[in-house]
């Protein structure tokens, strides 16, 4: 069963970026973790990270036109994008919303997401295990 992992901008400097908030694993050994895990629970995962709202927007429709559930997490996106919002409404198959960080507990603005709304469930501030739990739920 496939399944896509999509992660929003800036997300690409795991491991460097941030790393009291968001670790010092990167995004390469994140995605290697995640396809491994993924497999063990019977999942073909693949992971894609871009900084830009329009690739993401295709990735999204691609998962809404062949129903295939998504583990997203939209970083910045989370909060404002509403365009981001109206991809994901579109699903056709579970989404699970991550946040690697707790965003309620930090800066006010990134205390709403306007995606959460639209996403299956939503899952934060557990670090890179959201991810992992993500898959085993959409593995279930
Ligand atoms: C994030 C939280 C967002 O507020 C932030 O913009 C990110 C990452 C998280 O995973 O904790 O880039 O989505």
Known sequence: ????????PNLGRLGKREPETYG????DDLAAQLIKVGA???LDVEVRQTDAEAEMIGWLHEAADYSIPVVLNPAAWS???IAIADAVAQRTADLIEVHIS?????EEFRHHS????????????????GYELALRKLAA
């Open 79 to 81: 909060h404002y994008s």
């Open 114 to 129: 306007v995606i959460s709304a639209y996403a299956t469930g939503v899952i934060a501030g557990l670090g890179l295990d």
């Open 40 to 42: 063990e629970f019977g």
């Open 1 to 8: 069963r496939a399944v896509l992992v999509l992660n929003g």
């Open 24 to 27: 010092s694993t990167t995004h």
């Open 102 to 106: 707790n965003i309620h507990t930090r």
